[in-house]
């Protein structure tokens, strides 16, 4: 299967800041990118789609001003999350998907103060 | 709402029990896959399961797809330890897109 790095694994930033949170494709060229949000003990909510080279297409209620997503190479996906509050903290994964299954990165664990 | 709902929600057993986690819908998937993840890391693909009646046997996991592509269930047979996680569902309803189902957490105790 493919395998998936996020970077930062972790951040702390303070209300009102930005952070910007990097999804690689290693092995894989990846055209599509997915990004979910999880809550403690809860499941996996995909945010949005990313295409390369076009717009992100986002799922309903997510606000796309607000979580900005860039995908300007086969291997590498950002999502910033913009004038962050507490209550974007959250764990923010990133998926490739090859054929019928997909690949999660480690997952990044934002938490805004 | 989501697309998928998963039963029960929590799970705590001894271990040697069996058990069986329930994925359902009433959209039809293209695909459907069971992942396992542990606190703070990415869920991991378990299998994937395509055709309508699917079953799949990885060791002491059991998937079965139901015949509509709607619902899938995953049984453990004599539980472990090591089993302990959340245990997820996803479905492919058109593409590569995929959703999540609610999530099962499962406890295995010693």
Redesign the interface.
């Known amino acids: 299967?493919a395998v998936?790095s996020q970077h930062p694994s972790r951040v702390i930033c303070k209300s009102g800041t930005s952070v910007k949170i990097e999804c690689r494709s290693l092995d894989f060229q990846a055209t599509?990118m997915?990004w979910?949000r999880q809550f403690p003990?809860?499941?996996?909510?995909?945010m949005a789609?990313s295409n390369e080279g076009s717009k992100a297409t986002y799922e309903q209620g997510v606000e796309k001003d607000k979580f900005l997503i860039n995908h300007a190479s086969l291997t590498l996906s950002t999502l910033t999350v913009t004038s962050a509050h507490p209550e974007d903290s959250s764990?923010y994964?990133c998926?490739v998907?090859s054929?019928?299954?997909?690949?999660?990165?480690?997952?990044t664990?934002l938490t805004v103060t | 709402t989501?697309l998928l709902e998963?039963s029960p929600q929590f799970l705590s057993i001894q271990e040697g029990e069996n058990l069986t986690v329930y994925c359902n819908s009433s959209s039809v998937f293209?695909?459907l896959?069971w992942?396992r993840q542990e606190p703070?890391?990415?869920?991991?693909?378990l299998v994937?399961v395509?055709t309508g009646g699917e079953v799949k046997k990885l060791k002491r996991l059991t998937f079965q797809f139901g015949d509509a592509r709607k619902d899938s269930s995953l049984h453990i047979t004599a539980a472990q330890p090591g089993d302990t996680g959340?245990y997820?569902c996803?479905g492919?309803l058109t593409g590569?897109?995929?959703?999540?189902?609610?999530?099962t957490?499962l406890t295995v105790i010693p």
């Open positions: 299967g998936v599509t997915f979910y003990k809860k499941s996996l909510m995909l789609t764990f994964i998926s998907s054929g019928h299954e997909q690949y999660f990165g480690p997952g664990r | 989501q998963q293209s695909s896959q992942y703070g890391e990415g869920p991991v693909l994937t395509v959340l997820l996803a492919a590569n897109q995929f959703y999540f189902g609610t999530g957490s």
